[in-house]
């Protein structure tokens, strides 16, 4: 018998973070940390430096470019791990183990 993997749950509402950015009205979404592409979790642990602009670039294109300074973004990513279930300190990887 083949194991059949089952359908990612990355798009279902409840399992994404809504935000907006000022100077712009569209309201942008992304998975929860839970939810990332494994591939893009690996590069985000890999390059932590850019690791929040991998995750706009993928999942909310044009956002990134709306931020204006690194107090914004620093809030942006604590409010995602937060909502993701991750402790300072720890990663998107390493909160699933």
């Known amino acids: 018998m083949v194991y059949e993997v089952p359908k990612s749950q990355a798009s279902i509402g409840q399992n994404r973070f809504e935000f907006t950015v000022p100077g712009s009205k569209k309201t942008f979404s992304i998975p929860l940390a ?11 642990a890999a390059n932590p430096a850019i690791s929040t602009k991998s995750l706009l670039d993928h999942y909310a294109q044009g956002s990134w470019e709306l931020f204006e300074s690194a107090d914004q973004l620093e809030a942006f990513g604590a409010a995602w791990r ?11 990887a390493s909160s699933n183990s």
């Open 82 to 92: 937060e909502a993701s279930g991750i402790g300072l300190g720890e990663s998107s």
């Open 34 to 44: 839970k939810y990332i592409k494994p591939a893009l979790a690996i590069e985000m």
